[in-house]
């Protein structure tokens, strides 16, 4: 049971670090739309 956990361990790590870099890599793609992006979910609470 314990070698298991460290390979699950390993893979969460994995899949989190894929996760982030991706969303970095799409943030800096819409870094010049994010007002427009507030200003958009300012009106859908409205």
């Known amino acids: 049971m314990m070698d ?4 699950i361990i390993l ?4 899949l ?3 996760i982030v870099f991706i ?4 943030g800096q793609k819409r ?3 994010r007002k ?3 200003g958009k979910r ?3 609470r409205q």
């Open 42 to 44: 300012k009106h859908d």
């Open 4 to 7: 298991y956990t460290i390979y």
């Open 23 to 26: 969303g970095n890599k799409r």
């Open 36 to 38: 427009f992006m507030e």
């Open 16 to 18: 989190v670090y894929l």
């Open 31 to 33: 870094r010049k739309s």
């Open 11 to 14: 893979g969460a790590l994995f």
